[in-house]
């Protein structure tokens, strides 16, 4: 079976680290790399990464780098990449490290769903882990105000999330992309540091022809905002932010003006329901995309 490359970034992920390698300890795939990247490395990290690697017998799999800054999720992720692709890795599976899944067959259905359907993107329906409701059964892009949209997100599950087939977005907490998709659309862009960066590389790759394959019958369990912290003042930040990068970066001039001009009214809206403190951190996130926008940025694909 084809090599696959596993791609988590870890940021104070203590934990939930057991049980994302009590996960990857039950599949039946066995031909893979775990290329694990630390943006908060730390002696009890790395004790804990050796204890975990030796109690779930997956030592020869693992390959940590421990960044000495720093470097954001999308940055992260392309460290990843560009080792699995050196490595001959024929897929790269982006996926969170706080996230659990129960289906032993869970990666070797992937992969080979991946090479009988040549398949270039795949992603399977995930759970809220606390509630077992949808967080996201493949999703969409409102281009008009420039946001995701989850399919089925706070539902139970139901048949109308249980039918295959393609979605236009879909978030990289756990994707198989096929390597050429990082050779013809290139690396994640390093310049949103987190948030929206996975919403810009499947936008890119969809421009060039790629579609996400939605498979429902493989399900994971998503423990949502724990990387993150949830809506903290890094959330509002960075979406902030990277919401009106990505409209300047990638949208045609006519579609983008209508996008600028709902992110700003919303902005507007949300000033309101935010406190002093919050309001500051929205305005430098604004602020700061804008000149974000216009300098001369350093795009590594």
Same mark, same amino acid.
């Given at each position: &079976?084809?090599?696959?490359?596993?791609?988590?970034?870890?940021?104070?992920?203590?934990?939930?680290?057991?049980?994302?390698?009590?996960?990857?300890?039950?599949?039946?795939?066995?031909?893979?790399?775990?290329?694990?990247?630390?943006?908060? %490395?730390?002696?009890?990290?790395?004790?804990?990464?050796?204890?975990?690697?030796?109690?779930?017998?997956?030592?020869?799999?693992?390959?940590?780098?421990?960044?000495?800054?720093?470097?954001?999720?999308?940055?992260?992720?392309?460290?990843?990449?560009? &080792?699995?692709?050196?490595?001959?890795?024929?897929?790269?599976?982006?996926?969170?490290?706080?996230?659990?899944?129960?289906?032993?067959?869970?990666?070797?259905?992937?992969?080979?769903?991946?090479?009988?359907?040549?398949?270039?993107?795949?992603? %399977?329906?995930?759970?809220?882990?606390?509630?077992?409701?949808?967080?996201?059964?493949?999703?969409?892009?409102?281009?008009?105000? !420039?946001?995701?949209?989850? @399919?089925?997100?706070?539902?139970?599950?139901? %048949?109308?999330?249980?039918?295959?087939?393609?979605?236009?977005? !879909?978030?990289?907490?756990?994707?198989?992309?096929?390597?050429?998709?990082?050779?013809?659309?290139?690396?994640?862009?390093?310049?949103?540091?987190?948030?929206?960066?996975?919403?810009?590389?499947?936008?890119?790759?969809?421009?060039?022809?790629?579609?996400?394959?939605?498979?429902?019958?493989?399900?994971?369990?998503?423990?949502?905002?724990?990387?993150?912290?949830?809506?903290?003042?890094?959330?509002?930040?960075?979406?902030?932010?990277?919401?009106? @990068?990505?409209?300047?970066?990638?949208?045609?001039?006519?579609?983008?003006?209508?996008?600028?001009?709902?992110? &700003?009214?919303?902005?507007?809206?949300?000033?309101?329901?935010?406190?002093?403190?919050?309001?500051?951190?929205?305005?430098?996130?604004?602020?700061?995309?804008?000149?974000?926008?216009?300098?001369?940025?350093?795009?590594?694909?």
């Amino acid at each position: &079976m084809r090599k696959t490359g596993l791609v988590t970034v870890l940021y104070k992920s203590d934990n939930v680290l057991e049980g994302f390698f009590k996960s990857l300890s039950i599949q039946d795939y066995s031909n893979y790399i775990l290329y694990l990247i630390d943006n908060s %490395p730390s002696p009890q990290t790395n004790s804990l990464i050796h204890t975990l690697q030796e109690k779930y017998r997956i030592e020869e799999k693992l390959r940590y780098i421990a960044n000495a800054n720093n470097v954001g999720v999308a940055e992260g992720n392309n460290q990843g990449i560009l &080792m699995a692709i050196k490595d001959n890795c024929d897929y790269v599976l982006l996926l969170n490290n706080d996230i659990e899944f129960r289906q032993p067959y869970l990666l070797s259905a992937m992969v080979k769903l991946a090479a009988d359907r040549h398949e270039k993107i795949i992603v %399977p329906k995930i759970f809220f882990s606390d509630s077992r409701t949808i967080w996201t059964a493949g999703g969409a892009l409102d281009k008009k105000r !420039a946001l995701t949209i989850h @399919y089925g997100e706070g539902q139970p599950d139901g %048949p109308q999330f249980s039918t295959p087939g393609y979605c236009e977005y !879909a978030p990289t907490c756990f994707m198989l992309i096929d390597r050429e998709v990082f050779e013809r659309t290139g690396l994640m862009d390093a310049n949103y540091f987190v948030y929206y960066d996975d919403t810009d590389f499947i936008y890119r790759a969809g421009k060039r022809g790629y579609r996400i394959f939605y498979e429902p019958g493989l399900t994971i369990d998503h423990k949502v905002g724990n990387s993150s912290g949830g809506f903290s003042n890094t959330y509002i930040y960075y979406y902030n932010r990277n919401r009106l @990068y990505f409209i300047v970066r990638n949208f045609p001039f006519l579609l983008a003006l209508r996008a600028l001009a709902y992110y &700003m009214a919303s902005r507007i809206v949300s000033f309101f329901k935010l406190n002093a403190s919050q309001r500051k951190v929205q305005w430098k996130g604004i602020r700061d995309g804008i000149v974000l926008c216009f300098k001369k940025r350093k795009v590594q694909y």
